[in-house]
Structure formats: structure tokens, C-alpha cells
């Protein structure tokens, strides 16, 4: 006669009923009076999931009529019912055992499941979550990391990988059924979106496989205009025994490199990455080595204008607050809509069509004090909205008589039309001491048609801590010239 056995991995028997009989899920008998069928010899169950099957009598789960005893390990029954109420498992009178354990097997319901060891789990919640297509096939899952199967496997025995593929396991170790949940990185590192030079940011990472884990290394790299300034590892510390880890990172650029003209200008915006690797007690997720979180740095500019993006218009006046207009009648702000965009910046942008017109704005003094003398003028202008002829200007008076000012010429003696915002900038560097006022200008005075699209007009200063000429930021004398001799 044919002999034959079951073996069932990584497999799950969930939503099935059965009529005028027992065994919702799984049924263990040999059936032989047909000369037919194969004997049944063995059955093998490990990571399976059995969870809410129903049947009329017996065992909703799985039921066993004495013909063998399976091995079953690493499998979760749950959910299961016989006529309305929860049975698991079940065997009839002839049969010894529902099942031989071979350990980490999740039974909530333990009524009629003889064979469990002390390395089971009976009359433990599962913590399955409601069954859901995984890959075109039904399963149920672990609805959390707390649910109870989530690292109670025997992992010296469960399976290499879960039935999509994961690998096991994924903490401590492998999950009961079978689904293992995916818990490599579950959190993120978390830090303050925006933050500043000089500021100390919390950086925390919540991954539950460093539940164990007394510290992980973080590496942090400051990147700044496509320069990398600053590379920093730095480690975090556990809080308990969850797999949330803290600790502090002060953001600062050290590694100015060296400069060629005795002085160094950063100016713009940064960007924080945080590099993870993931490959914690040697167990990491599949296909995954690292995670990188970014967070943006500011400070490293300070803008001084006032309404710089033209976002604000309190008085409904067309002319943005903070500046004054002169041959403004035409013209107005510009902002984002469902079929266009107009700013770069924020939602709005200011379009001046008058070729007589002037936009003006003159700066709250005094000056705020922690600022640095050298100062960076940049105007935005679309190139697409734009006309040769169009001025932006800053003019700064001094207390002794001197006047610092700069003007840019915007897309003179051209119409560039190719598309998108483009940069304008000048250099100023008065005393601050001395300012007795500061003024800025933009002008179509000589445009002779046409209009132009302004956005984000700013007056940027340099932080001093960022300039790396000399101990007080004073330039080194210049070279002799050469063939010069002294005394």
C-alpha cells in the first residue's frame, strides 16, 4: 500500500467551515477502507497559521483522529471555533495526543490540545490582525511588534523564510506562523525639520531589533552648496529595553576647507543626512543595509528684507507689504494657483510691467548685532516674464560719509526667456558701526516694454563663526609682490 506524509511550512489555513463534521481548519485521518488513498505515515507542521476556521463539532482549528501524532512547531492557532465557541484543536477518543510539540507553538484557545510543553504558549492572545491578501494569497500577520508571536519562535528551527519571502527573523527572534513582520527599522531617526548652527538637535531611532542593543553609531554629514563641510559619527544610547535609542547632535561646520584668498564665505542653505546602518546583532533586514534621514539646516544666512517672497499684502493695496511702490498702477502680486505657478518661493511673486517703476524697502536699523559685515544681495527673476533693462540696486550710508553699494544689471541687453528662476547677486561690506541707513531698489526704469517677475528679493549676511580668516575674521596681509625685498 502507498505510504505518504504531510509536511506543511510557512503555510496558512485561515477562513474555511465545516458542516456536520469537525476539523475547520486541518483534519488528521487515515482513511484506507477504498484501497485508494495513501496511508498516511507523518505530518509535519512549522510556522503554519491556523486562525479562524469554524466547524459543527470537534475542533474548529485542527483535529486529530489518533491515526498519527503530527510535529508541529512555530504555529499559531487562533480564532478557531466548533459550534460557536473557541476550540483550537482537538482529538477523539482514540487518539492520544492532538499533536506532538516540538516547541514555540502559540494555542489561545487550550481546551482538547493535549501534547503542548512548557515552551508552548497556551491561552496567550495572538495579536493576529483581520486577514488580508499578502502577494495574491491570504494571510494573517502580526498586528504589531507587541503582538504575541512576534520573536517567540524557536529560532534554531523556524523557517529561513516566511511565505513572501522575508527572511527570519527580523528581531530576536523569528516570529510564530506564517508571516513574519517586518520590524528591521520601524521607526525613524526623529530631529527638528529646520534647525541652526550651534544648536544641539535630538536625534532618536526606533528600530525594534536594537531592543537589546545598548548603543548604535550614527553618522552625520553637512552638506552645504554640494560641499560636504562636515562628516561626524556619533552614538546614541538606549533609554530601556524597547529599541528606542537617543542622543544629541550639535550641528557646526569644522572642516572649512582650506582658502586660496585668506577667506572663506558659506553662505546658503544645508542639509543634515543622518546615515543608519542597519545590521543590528548581525541580523539586518533583507536587501537593506542602511537608512538616511535628512533635515535641513538654516542660520548659515540671515535674511534682513523684510516680506522678501512677496507673500503678504495686509492692505490689499497690490504693492507687498514692507515695500513702497512709485508707477506701480499696473502692476501687482502674482501668486500660485491651481493651473499656474508664479513663485519660486512661498506662493507669491511681484510682476512689473510699468517701465517707470520703482519697488522699494528700506531696512529696520539698527542691524541686528551678531551679524557679519560682508553682506550678499541676491535677487530672483524668472527668465521666462523678463526684459532687458531692469535694475535691483542696495545703497547703505554710513555714519562717516561712505555709501557701500552695489547694482546688478537683470538680464541686460537680453531677453533670456529660458524658462525658470535664475540668481542675481552682488557683494556689499560696510560698517556696520557706522549704518545709518540701508535701502533697496528695484527698477524698470530703462525696460522698454514687456514685464519682468521678481521673487525672493534678499540681503544675506554671513554668520562670523563661519568665516575662517585669521582669530577675529581679519584678512592676512597680502603677499609681497615678488622680487620685493625689506629691510
Not at 459550534?83 to 482538547?112: E, I, M
Not at 557679519?372 to 545703497?395: C, N, Q, W, Y
Not at 537680453?414 to 561690506?429: F, L, W
Not at 531698489?441 to 563661519?466: C, Q, Y
Request: hydrophobic share 35%; charged share 15%.
Amino acid at each position: 500500500m502507498n505510504q505518504a506524509g504531510l509536511t506543511l511550512r510557512n503555510a496558512t489555513i485561515t477562513a474555511n467551515n465545516v458542516t456536520g463534521g469537525s476539523g475547520g481548519g486541518i483534519t488528521i485521518q487515515n482513511d484506507t477502507s477504498s484501497g485508494i488513498l495513501p496511508e498516511l505515515k507523518y505530518a509535519i507542521l512549522n510556522n503554519v497559521t491556523i486562525a479562524e476556521n469554524d466547524s459543527t463539532t470537534g475542533a474548529g482549528g485542527m483535529m486529530n483522529f489518533g491515526d498519527i501524532n503530527p510535529t508541529v512547531s512555530n504555529t499559531v492557532f487562533s480564532g478557531n471555533q466548533a459550534s460557536g465557541s473557541p476550540v483550537d484543536c482537538g482529538f477523539s477518543t482514540n487518539a492520544s495526543f492532538a499533536f506532538t510539540s516540538l516547541g514555540a507553538n502559540l494555542v489561545t484557545n487550550g481546551t482538547g490540545c493535549t501534547g503542548t510543553n512548557v515552551t508552548d504558549f497556551v491561552g496567550v492572545t495572538s495579536g493576529l490582525a483581520a486577514a488580508s491578501v499578502i502577494n495574491g494569497i491570504t494571510h494573517h500577520k502580526p498586528s504589531a511588534t507587541s503582538s504575541n508571536v512576534v520573536n517567540a519562535g524557536n529560532v534554531f528551527s523556524c523557517e529561513p523564510r516566511d511565505a513572501t519571502g522575508t527572511l527570519r527573523p527580523q528581531g530576536s527572534g523569528c516570529d510564530i506562523g506564517a508571516i513574519e513582520l517586518k520590524v528591521g527599522f520601524a521607526g525613524g531617526i526623529q530631529a527638528t525639520p529646520v534647525v541652526a548652527l550651534g544648536q544641539l538637535v535630538t536625534v532618536t531611532v526606533v528600530d525594534p531589533d536594537l531592543r537589546f542593543a545598548s548603543q548604535v553609531s550614527i553618522t552625520a554629514i553637512t552638506r552645504v552648496n554640494d560641499i560636504d563641510f562636515e562628516s561626524e559619527v556619533f552614538t546614541l544610547d538606549a533609554t530601556g529595553s524597547d529599541g528606542v535609542l537617543t542622543g544629541t547632535f550639535l550641528v557646526q561646520l569644522n572642516s572649512v576647507p582650506a582658502p586660496t584668498n585668506g577667506i572663506i564665505d558659506i553662505i546658503g542653505e544645508g542639509m543634515i543626512t543622518f546615515l543608519y546602518v542597519d545590521l543590528p546583532n548581525g541580523n539586518g533586514e533583507f536587501n537593506v543595509s542602511n537608512r538616511i534621514f535628512q533635515t535641513q539646516v538654516s542660520g548659515l544666512q540671515g535674511d534682513l528684507v523684510a516680506n522678501s517672497s512677496f507673500e503678504l499684502d495686509a492692505n490689499a493695496d497690490k504693492i507687498p507689504d514692507s515695500w513702497k511702490g512709485v508707477g506701480l498702477s499696473g502692476d501687482k502680486r502674482r501668486c500660485n494657483t491651481l493651473t499656474k505657478t508664479f513663485a519660486f518661493d512661498g506662493v507669491c511673486a511681484f510682476e512689473m510691467k510699468n517701465p517707470t517703476g520703482n519697488l522699494t524697502q528700506k531696512l529696520t536699523l539698527p542691524l541686528p548685532a551678531n551679524i557679519d559685515d560682508d553682506m550678499f544681495f541676491e535677487v530672483l527673476v524668472d527668465t521666462k516674464v523678463a526684459r532687458p533693462g531692469i535694475i535691483a540696486s542696495i545703497k547703505i550710508k554710513e555714519s562717516d560719509g561712505d555709501v557701500e553699494s552695489c547694482k546688478i544689471n537683470l538680464l541686460a541687453g537680453t531677453n533670456s526667456g529660458a524658462g525658470g528662476y535664475q540668481s542675481y547677486q552682488c557683494n556689499v561690506e560696510p560698517d556696520l558701526d557706522q549704518v545709518t541707513s540701508v535701502k533697496i531698489v528695484l527698477t524698470t526704469a530703462s525696460m522698454p516694454t514687456g514685464k519682468i517677475l521678481f521673487d525672493r528679493v534678499s540681503l544675506l549676511t554671513i554668520n562670523p563663526r563661519l568665516r575662517s580668516a585669521g582669530v577675529d575674521g581679519v584678512l592676512p596681509p597680502p603677499s609681497a609682490p615678488s622680487g620685493f625685498r625689506g629691510r
